[in-house]
């Protein structure tokens, strides 16, 4: 699901990205110099700096993939949906809705978003966090990225903002792996939602988005609710609740999968 969020919804993250002095193109290794001292001024410490940035690569494997990438989805609802939610996923989701149960209640009295709606996010993101959450070095991808000239204040911040999380030590160096934009963890924030929306909702003194499921269900219920989205309100099409989901992706046809998966999650349950 990963793939299809780097297609519609990294627009969102736009207007809310700083500008940035590092000039994009030219010699790569410049380039992650230049970005090298923007980190530095921006309070990151030199250690973090060189283990993150330190001989990283270019990687034109991620370019190629993100000029195939076409920002639309190319199936009807029925059919999209078709391929996302069966029954197996189905039964799967309400197996976490029972597993997890209490932390539910919690998350549910703090941030107002149901869980039936955490759990259909989980289920397409990552399968429940058994599924794939990418396998590419974030600093290797969000270096490439930012140096590409097409999106360079965009994913400047997002490589900012994985410093920010490797710095305050949410995860380590080794676990900062993900996607095609980097994206991290078993909802696929961006660097930059990490920062803005990650909860430590399990009080081990770090948001965790790869191994908490607290951190993770709590962090996702946090974006939600901070966008609006109220609990007990309707959530499918035209509703204020499916316009709160707008800032977890764009695209109609993912929210209403969303609603459906939820909807099924909870029928003669």
Avoid at 12 to 27: M, V
Avoid at 103 to 132: M, N
Avoid at 148 to 170: K, M, P, S, V, W
């Amino acid at each position: 699901m990963h793939r299809l969020r780097l297609a519609v919804c990294l627009s969102a993250f736009i207007a809310a990205t700083p500008a940035f002095a590092a000039r994009c193109g030219g010699d790569f290794n410049t380039f992650v110099q230049n970005m090298s001292a923007e980190a530095a001024n921006a309070g990151i410490s030199q250690a973090t700096i060189a283990q993150a940035l330190g001989g990283v690569q270019q990687d034109f494997g991620v370019l190629a993939f993100d000029r195939r990438q076409r920002g639309t989805f190319t199936k009807t609802f029925e059919q999209y949906v078709a391929t996302r939610v069966g029954p197996g996923r189905i039964n799967g989701g309400r197996a976490m809705l029972r597993r997890y149960a209490p932390l539910f209640s919690s998350i549910e009295a703090k941030y107002g978003v149901p869980r039936q709606i955490l759990v259909a996010i989980w289920g397409l993101e990552s399968d429940f966090g058994k599924g794939d959450m990418g396998k590419l070095p974030v600093f290797r991808v969000l270096a490439t990225m930012s140096h590409d000239c097409r999106r360079t204040e965009l994913f400047q911040g997002e490589l900012l903002a994985a410093l920010q999380i490797l710095q305050r030590g949410d995860l380590p160096y080794h676990e900062m792996i993900g996607a095609y934009a980097g994206e991290i963890g078993q909802t696929q924030f961006l660097p930059s939602s990490y920062i803005k929306y990650g909860v430590d909702f399990d009080g081990d003194g770090r948001v965790d988005l790869r191994h908490s499921v607290a951190d993770v269900l709590a962090s996702t219920a946090n974006l939600l609710h901070t966008n609006g989205f109220k609990m007990g309100a309707p959530y499918g099409e035209g509703s204020a609740n499916f316009e709160a989901m707008r800032e977890w992706n764009h695209a109609v046809i993912y929210r209403k999968t969303i609603a459906y998966f939820a909807d099924q999650l909870v029928a003669r349950f």
